[in-house]
């Protein structure tokens, strides 16, 4: 088992980037699945704050080969500034970044039919970070979309025109107007520029290095409660955020998996629409986002903050088979005299559960939740749990008890060295 997965357990932003970076020496290769420009994966180091939107998280080290998978789709105009940006700092990943030939495209009119799809929703748009991510997933689903490996084929300027009149045809549809001009004179660039990185048969890329041994980190973007198929539909993401992305995102057999790494923030955060049933409105809710810096990597959007979900973490657990809990932010916390954790719902008829419904934007759950007090001191240079606050070492041990997972890692700062690992 060659392949470890690490994932988010939430609704995204919980701080995937810096864990990846953390325990990437530990791996040989660093694979992201799925997602596009709409992730923001945040790395802090050495005094500089590092986004990346599409890039696996491996970048920062030069020995890891960094893999971009089958079932990421990819805005090349933003891959090539990302790139950019990496060598001004001295990263050069000119030998170390492999693109899969058959991950999707995202081309301009893509961003178009998105933000035209959005303003056709009115009050009940989805919240999209608007870089076309849902209508590229759509046209892969509808056979109809353009990949990687395609820009190396003769023909690939009549492919690319095709599908353009095919997207201009719906834009008329919604009576959206566009001018692409500018959009696409950078599209063409970035094909040109991209075309000197390696593009690989990633599924062959990725089973050669299992067969060598490899250590394979799979990252994932967004987080599970965003998953298409088990998250909170519609308010979701347009791909597989769980684990079985993984496999379908990499071309990675089950039974090469090792560890699930689930990741979640030590309270909870949303972005965009959709329910949220611990959000809090009142000056608590607010003191977390500006604690705890809840603004979106990609879009500048606050965050909306609540308390931590045990009935949702428990079901992000369940159908990821996460083996170990990565709790983020546990500092953002450090002020608060008491702590609250949603450990049931209660549903509209009186009944309790620690299952989420359904649907859990059309059924209306008032949390239940349980009291804990609050460790009131910073956390600095820690060097086992065993150093914990009282107050916190029991709010982790709760955790552990209700989910049935230990914490095997604790983030309590933005900076690499404000990481603690139980061994």
């Given at each position: 088992?060659c392949m470890?997965?690490?994932?988010?357990?939430?609704?995204?932003d919980?701080?995937k980037?810096?864990?990846?970076?953390?325990?990437?020496?530990?791996?040989?290769?660093?694979?992201?699945?799925?997602?596009g420009p709409?992730?923001?994966?945040?790395?802090?180091f050495?005094?500089?704050?590092?986004?990346?939107?599409?890039i696996?998280?491996?970048?920062?080290?030069?020995?890891?080969?960094?893999?971009?998978?089958?079932?990421?789709?990819l805005?090349?105009?933003?891959?090539k500034?990302?790139?950019?940006s990496?060598?001004?700092?001295?990263?050069?990943?000119?030998?170390?970044?492999?693109?899969?030939k058959?991950?999707q495209?995202?081309?301009p009119?893509?961003?178009?039919?998105d933000a035209?799809?959005?303003?056709?929703?009115g009050e009940?748009?989805?919240?999209?970070?608007?870089r076309?991510?849902g209508?590229?997933?759509?046209?892969?689903?509808a056979?109809?979309?353009?990949?990687?490996?395609?820009?190396?084929?003769?023909?690939f300027k009549?492919r690319?025109?095709?599908l353009?009149?095919?997207?201009?045809?719906q834009l008329?549809f919604?009576a959206?107007?566009?001018?692409?001009?500018?959009q696409?004179?950078?599209?063409?660039?970035?094909?040109?520029?991209i075309?000197?990185?390696p593009l690989?048969d990633?599924e062959y890329f990725i089973?050669?290095?299992?067969?060598k041994?490899s250590?394979?980190l799979?990252?994932?973007?967004?987080?599970?409660?965003?998953?298409?198929?088990?998250?909170?539909?519609?308010?979701?993401?347009?791909?597989?955020?769980t684990?079985?992305?993984?496999c379908?995102?990499?071309?990675?057999a089950?039974?090469?998996?090792?560890?699930?790494l689930?990741?979640f923030k030590?309270?909870?955060?949303?972005?965009?629409?959709?329910?949220?049933p611990?959000e809090?409105?009142?000056?608590?809710?607010?003191?977390?986002?500006?604690?705890?810096?809840?603004?979106?990597a990609?879009?500048?959007?606050?965050?909306?903050?609540?308390?931590?979900?045990l009935p949702?973490?428990?079901?992000?657990?369940?159908?990821?088979?996460?083996t170990?809990?990565?709790?983020?932010k546990?500092d953002?916390?450090?002020?608060?005299?008491?702590?609250?954790?949603?450990?049931?719902?209660e549903?509209?008829?009186?009944?309790?559960?620690?299952?989420l419904?359904?649907?859990l934007?059309?059924?209306?759950?008032?949390?239940?939740?349980?009291?804990?007090?609050?460790?009131?001191?910073e956390?600095t240079?820690?060097?086992?749990?065993e150093e914990l606050?009282?107050?916190?070492?029991?709010y982790?041990?709760?955790?552990?008890?209700?989910?049935?997972?230990?914490?095997?890692?604790?983030?309590y700062?933005?900076?690499?060295?404000?990481t603690l690992m139980r061994?």
């Amino acid at each position: 088992m060659c392949m470890d997965i690490l994932l988010g357990l939430q609704w995204g932003d919980e701080g995937k980037g810096k864990i990846v970076d953390f325990i990437a020496p530990d791996y040989q290769v660093v694979a992201r699945f799925q997602g596009g420009p709409n992730a923001g994966h945040t790395l802090h180091f050495d005094g500089i704050k590092h986004v990346l939107h599409q890039i696996p998280s491996g970048a920062f080290r030069p020995e890891i080969k960094n893999l971009i998978g089958n079932g990421v789709v990819l805005d090349l105009h933003t891959l090539k500034n990302e790139i950019l940006s990496l060598t001004k700092l001295g990263v050069d990943l000119t030998r170390n970044l492999f693109i899969s030939k058959k991950a999707q495209l995202i081309i301009p009119t893509h961003r178009a039919l998105d933000a035209a799809s959005e303003k056709q929703k009115g009050e009940n748009k989805i919240g999209s970070t608007l870089r076309g991510i849902g209508p590229t997933y759509a046209d892969k689903v509808a056979r109809v979309g353009l990949r990687v490996g395609d820009i190396l084929l003769p023909d690939f300027k009549e492919r690319y025109n095709a599908l353009k009149a095919r997207h201009l045809e719906q834009l008329r549809f919604y009576a959206y107007e566009v001018d692409l001009q500018e959009q696409e004179e950078q599209f063409f660039e970035a094909v040109e520029f991209i075309k000197s990185y390696p593009l690989v048969d990633s599924e062959y890329f990725i089973n050669n290095e299992i067969r060598k041994g490899s250590r394979i980190l799979a990252e994932g973007a967004q987080g599970s409660l965003l998953d298409i198929d088990f998250g909170s539909y519609p308010f979701v993401t347009s791909s597989n955020t769980t684990v079985a992305g993984a496999c379908t995102g990499l071309g990675v057999a089950p039974h090469h998996i090792g560890k699930v790494l689930g990741i979640f923030k030590a309270y909870c955060t949303r972005v965009g629409s959709g329910p949220f049933p611990t959000e809090l409105f009142d000056e608590t809710g607010e003191r977390l986002r500006r604690i705890g810096h809840e603004f979106g990597a990609t879009t500048g959007r606050p965050r909306r903050c609540g308390w931590l979900d045990l009935p949702a973490l428990k079901y992000a657990v369940m159908i990821n088979h996460v083996t170990n809990l990565l709790m983020m932010k546990a500092d953002v916390l450090n002020e608060f005299e008491e702590i609250m954790v949603c450990t049931h719902y209660e549903l509209p008829d009186g009944t309790i559960t620690d299952q989420l419904p359904y649907c859990l934007n059309s059924t209306k759950v008032t949390p239940v939740y349980q009291r804990f007090t609050g460790w009131q001191c910073e956390l600095t240079d820690l060097q086992s749990f065993e150093e914990l606050p009282a107050a916190l070492a029991d709010y982790i041990r709760f955790i552990e008890q209700q989910v049935g997972v230990p914490v095997t890692l604790l983030s309590y700062g933005s900076n690499r060295k404000d990481t603690l690992m139980r061994a």
